[in-house]
């Protein structure tokens, strides 16, 4: 959708270089969601969101950490990139603890690592 | 480890053939969501099931949820060309201190001759 927004789209650099990737939505939603996508394993939770002052770890929070600068805006995070964070990164959002449970993604930025 | 496992991985069938992804859960689901992957795009919400043995269809698709909460299958008839894409579930499950998460499933890969 075009209501949540992520950049940069695409992103290639070098080991052990500080990346930081922004998630940005119009959505008036509460809840924001940091996931990186792999072939064969899905999507995979790095860190949630449910307002500006609360920030939790998903599975897969090594390596990572997140800032919630605002309700709208949600950024992750490589303090130290290596190869194996080489990925796609999506970041979704969802209004809060109302039906239906749905979250909304963004367009996704791929990562490589070199 | 993966806790929803979908299968299968790829599937390629002639367009006009039916198609039907599974969805399994070591431990019962609070509630199951469908989302679509087109080629080079984000997931898509489709549709949520909540309760037992819940059945819901959407033109050509249908979505049902075991009796047990454990399972969930998309099934879609006479495929088109544009059914192409990754299907994914996503279960709601019990996570760490009362908190619940959504896990995906590895997602499905469908690509259809025309």
């Known amino acids: 959708d075009a209501d949540v927004t992520q950049t940069p789209r695409n992103r290639i650099t070098k080991t052990g270089k500080r990346i930081m990737l922004e998630c940005s939505q119009t959505k008036g939603h509460d809840r924001m969601y940091w996931y990186r996508q792999d072939p064969g394993l899905g999507l995979r939770l790095i860190y949630y969101?449910?307002?500006?002052?609360?920030?939790n770890k998903g599975e897969i929070s090594d390596g990572y950490s997140v800032s919630r600068q605002a309700q709208a805006k949600f950024s992750l995070s490589l303090e130290s990139a290596i190869p194996n964070q080489t990925a796609l990164y999506f970041c979704?959002?969802?209004?809060?603890?109302?039906?239906?449970?749905?979250?909304?993604f963004g367009p996704g930025t791929r990562l490589t690592v070199l | 480890g993966q806790q929803v496992m979908q299968i299968p991985q790829y599937q390629h069938v002639q367009e006009g053939e039916d198609f039907t992804t599974y969805c399994n859960s070591s431990?019962?689901?609070?509630?199951i969501q469908w989302y679509k992957q087109r080629p080079g795009g984000h997931p898509v919400f489709l549709i949520q099931l909540v309760k037992s043995g819940e059945v819901k269809k959407q033109k050509r698709l249908t979505f049902q949820f075991g009796e047990a909460k454990k399972n969930s299958s998309l099934h879609i008839t006479a495929t088109q060309t544009t059914d192409v894409g990754t299907y994914f579930c996503?279960?709601?499950?019990?996570?760490?201190?009362?908190?619940?998460?959504?896990?995906f499933g590895q997602g499905t890969r469908l690509t259809i001759n025309p």
């Open positions: 996503a279960g709601r499950r019990q996570w760490i201190q009362g908190a619940q998460k959504l896990v």
């Open positions: 979704a959002t969802k209004r809060g603890a109302r039906d239906p449970d749905t979250q909304y």
């Open positions: 431990t019962t689901l609070s509630n």
């Open positions: 969101s449910f307002d500006v002052k609360d920030i």
